[in-house]
């Protein structure tokens, strides 16, 4: 979702910020623009639809020079994907601003701003916030009061960076809702979206907070807070290495990411494990006190974070026996719901910063929930700011939109949790100290089935020409099927749905044909006899089946039916080891229809509006 890179240096700074657009482009866009302002103190705008290297080839056409510049990747939400609508956006070459985030008062003041003469050239939300500033500074307004001044009158999210013609020596930034990191140099300053833009020029960072308001010059910074308060925000260094975000010899970052599982996996264990047991202080100091009162739990979380949450329902309540529900951020946040007592509010998150999840973390807070729990990967996010107890899950930066390793690093986070809750609920310890050993083989057992790759791109041929799959679980497999369908639709534009297989019969066996293939996740346990009747059922309809199944179950490869072998697993980690084929399928099918793997057409990796 939107990108901003922002920079007042002492050097030129189009290809800083040309560098970081690129290094946002993961997010999701499809416009890109930048403008900086010249020694003349001319501000000079480019923007183009499409790739940013389609941005930079226009500037290498059209040279930038300057050391004050905003830059922007736009995923259009008011407006369609245009040049007039890409950022930064001017008003009357005076001053000019990169947004992220959407103001739902706009039309209000769009109406009482083309009353006072403003004159619009595009249809976005973005562009009222320029022309307020704008008649800030008209009267007479210094650049930071007149952001304030503007900022008060908006309501929604923004991220913002702001540069003024008349005022060349700086750049004042604000944030609420959307996400904003500053980047501090040595005698320059920088904004972004994200970390992951800037590490080329300073690996120093301070993270705003909520209602900030930031007022940038080469050597100075003042930050006031949301009551206009003066304040300090500590300089934060990050440790993620420049490399991490490069693809390196891999064809593209989900590839890469796919096969990063295993080290993600024993990163996220490390240091959380004793020989038998699982350490609840990876939660926080209080955390164990705290799991012994809690008698429920709620997680909330959207995509592939959502289904994590639903894998995990089954060990919680299957475990722990502690009663779980799972439910999409963006339900539970508009419904009345019923808060349980001794209530654990667990938010799932990549990049914790997804506009539905937080706003439910946030209600939560208000709902008397005993405590509030982030699994989350990134440690500077709001979520993990926001939460009480959390556990970072140590996927290190993903950049393919498609999350792949964050989920495993997920599903190995909330089997953590299940231990630890499950000690103060009557968990024997010997179940721990057998889930443990399980824990500690994930590496090697996601290695052996990572050694499938090449299969997998085989198998992938038969997807191609088709338009529809259908993918079948049960159980906790049932998640691992919905992950999958997700995978594919994502990023190879096939339509695909799962399936509880128990469901067959209730109206997806009415689309089954030799057009129709199905995928069957079927490890060798209580449900398999059940789930090959439901197979049957399929067989039995002219459908193609694709089973994905543990090394020893017993079935044939006869016409119509293909047989994946994937080692064998014990029930309670085989969702991780059956996550990665349907990874893998998802990749290889997208790659054989040459779509844009890593940035799928009309989606965002991090989704911070509504
Ligand atoms: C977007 C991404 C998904 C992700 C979902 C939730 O849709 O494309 O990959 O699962 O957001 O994101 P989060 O960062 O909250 O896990």
Same mark, same amino acid.
């Given at each position: 979702?939107?990108g901003?890179?922002?920079a ?5 700074v189009?290809?800083i910020l040309?560098?970081g ?6 997010r999701?866009?499809?416009?890109a ?11 000079r ?9 389609r941005l ?8 930038l020079p300057g050391?004050?510049?905003l830059?922007?990747?736009?995923? !259009? ?5 245009a040049?007039r ?5 001017q ?8 947004h /992220?985030?959407?103001?739902e008062?706009?039309?209000i003041?769009r109406r ?6 403003h ?7 973005t562009e ?6 704008f008649?800030?500074l008209?009267?007479g307004r210094?650049?930071v ?14 991220a913002l960076g702001v540069?003024d013609t008349?005022?060349p ?7 609420k809702g ?9 005698g ?13 020029v ?12 930031a007022?940038l010059?080469r ?7 949301a ?6 925000r ?5 440790t993620?290495?420049l490399?991490s975000?490069?693809r390196g010899?891999y064809?593209?970052f989900m590839l890469k990411e796919i096969?990063?599982?295993p080290?993600?996996?024993?990163d996220t264990l490390?240091g959380?494990?004793?020989a038998?047991r699982?350490l609840?202080?990876a939660?926080? /100091?209080q %955390? ?6 809690i008698?429920?739990?709620t997680?909330? !979380?959207c995509? +592939?974070s959502y289904?994590?949450?639903?894998v ?5 309540e299957?475990?722990?026996g502690?009663?779980?529900q799972?439910?999409?951020a963006s339900?539970?946040?508009?419904r009345?719901?019923v808060?349980p007592d001794?209530?654990?509010?667990v938010?799932?998150?990549q990049?914790?910063e997804t !506009? ?5 973390l946030r ?9 509030l729990l982030?699994i989350?990967n990134?440690?500077e ?6 939460s009480?107890?959390?556990?970072l899950?140590?996927a290190?930066?993903?950049i393919g939109? %498609?999350s ?9 986070s909330?089997?953590?949790? +299940?231990?630890v809750l ?7 310890e010997?179940?721990e100290?057998?889930?443990v050993a399980l824990?500690r083989s994930l590496?090697?057992?996601? $290695?052996e089935?990572?050694a499938l790759?090449?299969?997998? !791109?085989?198998?992938a041929e038969?997807?191609?020409?088709k ?5 079948? *679980?049960r *159980?906790?497999?049932y998640?691992?099927?919905l992950?999958?369908a997700?995978k ?9 749905e799962?399936?509880p297989?128990g469901?067959?019969k209730?109206?997806p066996?009415a689309?089954?044909?030799e057009?129709?293939?199905v995928v %069957?996740?079927?490890? /060798?346990n209580a449900?398999?006899?059940?789930l090959?009747?439901?197979?049957q $059922? ?9 089973v ?9 490869e006869v016409d119509g039916v293909?047989?994946?072998k ?7 980690i085989a969702p991780?080891?059956?996550a990665?084929p349907m990874?893998l399928?998802?990749?290889?099918? %997208?790659v054989?229809?040459g779509?844009?793997v ?5 989606l965002?990796k991090s989704?911070?509006?509504?």
């Amino acid at each position: 979702m939107c990108g901003i890179v922002g920079a007042i240096a002492q050097r030129p700074v189009a290809a800083i910020l040309l560098e970081g657009l690129r290094r946002l482009e993961y997010r999701g866009y499809d416009s890109a623009g930048i403008a900086v302002l010249g020694p003349d103190r001319e501000l000079r705008r480019i923007r183009t639809l499409g790739k940013v290297a389609r941005l930079r080839d226009e500037v290498e056409r059209q040279p930038l020079p300057g050391t004050l510049g905003l830059a922007h990747t736009r995923w !259009a939400t008011h407006g369609e994907p245009a040049t007039r609508n890409a950022h930064p956006h001017q008003c009357r070459d005076r001053c000019l601003l990169v947004h /992220n985030g959407i103001i739902e008062n706009h039309e209000i003041l769009r109406r009482a701003q083309l009353e006072g003469g403003h004159r619009f050239t595009s249809e976005t939300d973005t562009e009222v916030i320029i022309h307020a500033i704008f008649d800030q500074l008209a009267a007479g307004r210094g650049l930071v009061d007149a952001v304030r001044g503007a900022t008060d009158l908006l309501v929604g999210a923004y991220a913002l960076g702001v540069i003024d013609t008349q005022d060349p020596e700086r750049l004042v930034a604000a944030r609420k809702g959307s996400p904003l990191v500053i980047g501090v140099g040595f005698g320059e300053h920088f904004i972004a979206s994200d970390v992951a833009a800037l590490l080329p020029v300073t690996h120093r960072f301070i993270f705003l907070e909520e209602g900030d308001v930031a007022d940038l010059t080469r050597d100075t910074l003042q930050i006031w807070d949301a009551l206009g308060h003066p304040v300090v925000r500590p300089v934060r260094e990050s440790t993620i290495p420049l490399d991490s975000t490069e693809r390196g010899s891999y064809r593209h970052f989900m590839l890469k990411e796919i096969h990063e599982q295993p080290r993600a996996i024993a990163d996220t264990l490390e240091g959380r494990l004793t020989a038998t047991r699982a350490l609840p202080e990876a939660f926080g /100091n209080q %955390a164990e006190t705290l799991f012994a009162g809690i008698r429920a739990v709620t997680i909330v !979380a959207c995509g +592939t974070s959502y289904h994590a949450g639903l894998v995990a329902r089954s060990w919680i309540e299957g475990l722990a026996g502690i009663p779980c529900q799972v439910e999409i951020a963006s339900e539970y946040r508009y419904r009345r719901h019923v808060v349980p007592d001794g209530g654990l509010f667990v938010a799932i998150s990549q990049s914790g910063e997804t !506009a539905d999840t937080l706003a439910a973390l946030r209600l939560a807070k208000e709902s008397g929930y005993a405590a509030l729990l982030a699994i989350c990967n990134v440690p500077e996010s709001s979520l993990v700011r926001e939460s009480d107890l959390v556990l970072l899950t140590r996927a290190g930066p993903e950049i393919g939109v %498609a999350s792949t390793k964050a989920f495993t690093t997920q599903l190995v986070s909330l089997l953590l949790l +299940t231990l630890v809750l499950g000690r103060s609920h009557g968990l024997d310890e010997a179940t721990e100290a057998r889930a443990v050993a399980l824990l500690r083989s994930l590496p090697a057992r996601l $290695e052996e089935v990572l050694a499938l790759d090449d299969a997998i !791109a085989r198998l992938a041929e038969q997807f191609v020409e088709k338009h529809h799959t259908l993918y079948l *679980g049960r *159980g906790e497999q049932y998640p691992i099927a919905l992950e999958g369908a997700l995978k594919l639709k994502e990023i190879s534009y096939i339509h695909a749905e799962a399936y509880p297989a128990g469901e067959l019969k209730h109206g997806p066996l009415a689309l089954i044909d030799e057009d129709m293939p199905v995928v %069957a996740v079927a490890p /060798n346990n209580a449900l398999l006899e059940k789930l090959k009747s439901n197979l049957q $059922e399929v067989r039995a309809r002219g459908g193609q089946l694709y089973v994905f199944a543990d090394y020893h179950v017993a079935m044939d490869e006869v016409d119509g039916v293909t047989v994946v072998k994937l080692p064998e697993t014990d029930d309670l980690i085989a969702p991780l080891v059956f996550a990665i084929p349907m990874q893998l399928l998802a990749y290889h099918v %997208a790659v054989l229809k040459g779509t844009d793997v890593d940035q799928p057409r009309n989606l965002a990796k991090s989704v911070t509006v509504e």
